[in-house]
């Protein structure tokens, strides 16, 4: 199990407000079956890597099908595997 936070940054908007384009990727993260916790910064999501990864390709298809000309992306993961690893355990709750 793992621990990610991704983060999308649209380019070549026409406004400085981007939630529109970022609407349709919390939507994708959201049906995506993962654990997740949406961040002022970015979103964090929790489950096995490879999920992970596909989410991301999701997420990068998502941004650009709403229309953001570019995108920019931002991706940490934590995989442990000495022990358990998740969102709580992470910020210490």
């Known amino acids: 199990m793992a621990v990610a936070e991704l983060c999308l940054f649209p380019l070549g908007t026409e406004s ?19 654990k997740y916790q949406v961040c002022p910064m970015g979103t964090v999501v929790e489950g096995p890597v490879d999920e992970i990864l596909e989410l991301v390709k999701r997420c990068h298809r998502a941004i ?28 210490g709750v």
């Not at 953001?68 to 992470?90: N, Y």
């Open 16 to 34: 400085p407000s981007v939630g529109e384009y970022l609407r349709p990727v919390i939507d994708v993260i959201a049906s995506s079956g993962l």
């Open 64 to 91: 650009l099908e709403a229309g953001a000309k570019r995108v920019v992306i931002s991706l940490k993961i934590d995989d442990r595997v000495d022990k358990p690893l998740t969102i709580e355990g992470k910020v």
